[in-house]
């Protein structure tokens, strides 16, 4: 199995050679790795750090970041493609464990657990996948993705045929795309924590925009019920789940606000 990961840039340096060598130190058996990074240009040492470190580099104006992981994943020759921020990391071993998912999969897509730490490296809590009893409409009436964009894999057979991101979405493009896969087929949960997340309250899933609550919207009325009392009972349940499922983060939430650009 190869397995394509991509990473799109802009301005990265600080954090991108840890990023770089958490997908190149991946081992094990049954897989091979690539690592494409699509850069919108960056005028620091990106580009430099990437193409010493071996990636499939490329360089381009882009629409934003989603548009800059279809472009990357286009390039790519994986049979299972994953996304990975550049201040973010691939956990020791994620690779051979979403390799034995592959071998065995029932499904075209799969999500695992991640690890959370604020900008220091300070461990905020896991999250687990969300409940394989979770339909689209309950999931997106959250109005937040309970799927971490960094543990979530798909063959690329799949992800070309959803479309891929849509470009237009600017915060919520992961949001809208594990929507649409969720309509089309269950997925599976990989019983491992495949990424470390780098939460230090700038990160764009976390802004809090008007537009990125508008994006949060049209999915809703994309796929969530139109009633408003049974899209609350849907939130509120999903929320329960998360929390109780999660303790360590929800305390995490709690405890380091800071951490989540909140005071």
Not at 123 to 133: A, D, E, K
Not at 144 to 150: E, G, K, R, T, V
Not at 193 to 222: M, P
Request: glycine residues 10%; contains cysteine.
């Amino acid at each position: 199995m190869l397995l394509s990961i991509i990473t799109a840039t802009l301005n990265a340096a600080q954090f991108l050679p840890d990023c770089i060598e958490s997908v190149r130190s991946q081992s094990g058996e049954g897989f091979t790795i690539e690592h494409v990074i699509a850069d919108g240009g960056s005028s620091d040492a990106t580009v430099e750090i990437a193409s010493s470190h071996d990636c499939i580099v490329l360089q381009g104006k882009d629409r934003g970041l989603f548009d800059a992981l279809n472009k990357g994943t286009k390039a790519s020759r994986g049979v299972v493609v994953g996304c990975l921020g550049a201040d973010d990391m691939l956990m020791p071993g994620a690779a051979q464990a979403v390799a034995q998912w592959y071998g065995r999969r029932t499904s075209e897509w799969a999500a695992g657990r991640q690890l959370w730490v604020d900008g220091s490296g300070r461990p905020l809590g896991t999250t687990s996948p969300p409940p394989g009893w979770m339909t689209p409409a309950m999931y997106a009436s959250l109005r937040w993705s309970c799927f971490d964009h960094q543990a979530t894999f798909m063959t690329r057979e799949f992800f070309d045929r959803l479309g891929g991101f849509d470009p237009d979405f600017r915060y919520a493009g992961d949001y809208r795309l594990f929507a649409h896969a969720l309509a089309q087929s269950p997925f599976d949960r990989i019983d491992y924590t495949l990424s470390r997340f780098r939460q230090h309250g700038g990160n764009a899933s976390t802004s809090g925009t008007a537009r990125h609550v508008e994006e949060n919207e049209i999915i809703a009325r994309e796929f969530a019920p139109r009633s408003k009392a049974l899209r609350a009972i849907y939130r509120q349940s999903l929320r329960v789940w998360v929390n109780a499922r999660n303790p360590h983060w929800f305390l995490g939430k709690r405890l380091h606000p800071e951490a989540y650009g909140k005071t």
